[in-house]
């Protein structure tokens, strides 16, 4: 959130690639995507070549593309895209694991309903609180990826 730059994505995405990391390819992708999210063709650029990285490896879309593009679609406030996505997402039927939580908890804040219940991250945090540390640090970077990176 704020720390990285396009630049900064493409330099790790390079390496990656020089290595065979596809997990640290869609990782530096999904983070340009952030960082690029008010611009509509830069993102749809990146998706594109997540897309290609992740047929490749013969894989599915994980938390971070979700996040990511979900991210997107807030930024664009694009309401046809956030349904097309979460209709995807909903028609995976993912089990819950903290990641999947994490993706839900996203389209939540989009306005959709929860498909996973509360959950104790901390044990000594109530469910309530988490939900609203989790809000504030995706509009926090909601912010962030439309104004860029701070320059702290």
Known sequence: MGRSTPAECDA???EADR????LTMRTALAAKLICQAGDI????????QTDSVIRTASGLRGWREWTSRTVFGLRQADR???????ETWLSRNTPWSLNSH???RFF???GYP???GPVHVIPT???ATADQRRHSTITSLLETSQHGPSQA
């Open 12 to 14: 790790v995405l390079s």
């Open 19 to 22: 290595y065979g990391e596809t």
């Open 41 to 48: 063709s830069a993102a749809q650029d990146v998706i594109a």
């Open 80 to 86: 046809a895209y956030l349904d097309q996505l979460h």
């Open 102 to 104: 994490v993706v839900d």
């Open 108 to 110: 939540v804040f989009a």
């Open 114 to 116: 929860a498909r996973y």
């Open 125 to 127: 945090e109530d469910p």
